[in-house]
Each structure stands twice: as C-alpha cells, then as structure tokens.
C-alpha cells in the first residue's frame, strides 16, 4: 500500500546548508527533484525571501551545488536548475533504491522538510535502514497510508472528508450560502455542532497537508530514523 512520509533533515545533511546559513530570511521549495547519478541530482528550485544578487553570490560559495542557471524570475521568487553535487545520498537512496517520489521539499532556517511517497512500507524501511547505517537524521513527523479512499490523500478522516465534499457541493462555502448548517447536519444525522467541528477539523488538516508543508514543522516533534 503507497505511504507517503512527512519528514525533517537538517540542511547539514541534506543540500545548500551554507545557502540556508548565509541566507537567514530565504526559503527554498523544490519544484521537481530527479535523480542524475549516484552522487548527483537535479533539482528545479524556487528562491524567496532575498534579492537576486545575494541568491546567486550564496550560491556561487555553496560547495554543495554546481551547474547553477537561473531559469526565470517573478518579482520576488527566483526558478533556478542547479545540480546537488555534495551530501546527497539520502536523496538518491529515497529515489533510485526506495523507488520514491519526492513530492515535496522545502528549505529554511537550517532544516528541510519533505514529504516523500513510496510504494509500499517496506520501501520506506530501507530509507531507515539507510539513515541508521549512515548516521542521517531524518526526523519523521507522520506516516500515512493511502487505503484507496480519496481521503486519505489529503490527510482527512472519511467523515471529514465526506463533510467537505458535501458541503461545497451543497454551496454551503456560496457567498451567500446555499444551504445552512442544520440542513447539511440533518443528512449526516448528526447535530450542527458536530458537523461544525467536523468541517472545521478537516479543513485544517486539508490546509496543514497541502498548503504548509514546508512551514511550520508539525508540533510534537519527530521520531528520528
């Protein structure tokens, strides 16, 4: 069954550390990652939080990347290609023997948070087996397996998501609203406070999985692999 993992690795032990470090205000979100070769990959990155000049100078110092072009620029965010030359075996173990997906990756304040997709739980084992043999920290924040539901996909119980669904389709999010809280809860046959929090739990959890990966790491820390 496909898993997805939400994770943190210290930059030190992952990409653009001196970046990250030189550039206290920047934040980092990969746009497509591929794996080049055994000690290389190819990021597509997206740069914000500084100007270009100082971008590109803390990179020509970064002894972690090589082969840096800018790619486009939209006033404050930056598209660069770049290849990881230095510390990036963690990324080609996830990519080329954990048969992973990166779907995700972002980079401030000396950490990156990923969340990463494998085939099934014994993938995500051998990128365990790897972090312990190596001495990586990648601290793991949840572990989600996708059981065919659309739920699952965005981090929702079945009852969330079944309320969220309903309730647009029902134009309860209409301005002005369609539909009121009683009548949806009377289809649920449960009370409005009930559908209310179950609205409210899930559109949280829906933003927190979708819209802040790459934030704010998830409170209560992590168990490192």
Not at 22 to 46: C, H, N, Y
Not at 86 to 93: F, P
Request: glycine letters at 8%.
């Amino acid at each position: 069954m496909a898993t997805i993992v939400l994770g943190t690795v210290p930059a030190e032990e992952f990409a653009l550390a001196r970046t990250l470090a030189a550039l206290p205000d920047v934040s980092v979100e990969t746009e497509r990652i591929v794996e080049t070769g055994r000690d290389t990959v190819m990021p597509l990155l997206w740069i914000r939080g500084e100007p270009r000049s100082s971008v590109e100078a803390a990179l020509a110092d970064d002894p972690s990347v090589d082969n840096v072009t800018l790619l486009d620029e939209f006033e404050d965010e930056l598209l660069f290609r770049m290849e990881w030359v230095d510390k990036v075996q963690l990324l080609v173990q996830m990519l080329a023997n954990s048969a992973a997906t990166v779907m995700d990756a972002w980079g401030e304040d000396g950490r990156w948070q990923l969340r990463v997709l494998y085939p099934d739980r014994d993938h995500f084992s051998r990128t365990h087996e790897f972090c312990t043999d190596h001495g990586l920290g990648f601290d793991v924040h949840s572990i989600r397996e996708l059981d065919g539901e659309p739920a699952g996909r965005y981090g929702l119980t079945t009852e969330q998501y079944r309320a969220l669904v309903q309730a647009v389709r029902a134009g309860y999010f209409q301005i002005p609203r369609e539909t009121e809280l009683e009548a949806l809860a009377d289809e649920f046959d449960i009370s409005h406070q009930a559908l209310s929090e179950r609205i409210r739990r899930g559109t949280e959890a829906l933003v927190e999985d979708t819209l802040l990966v790459g934030g704010e790491v998830p409170d209560g820390g992590g168990r490192s692999v």
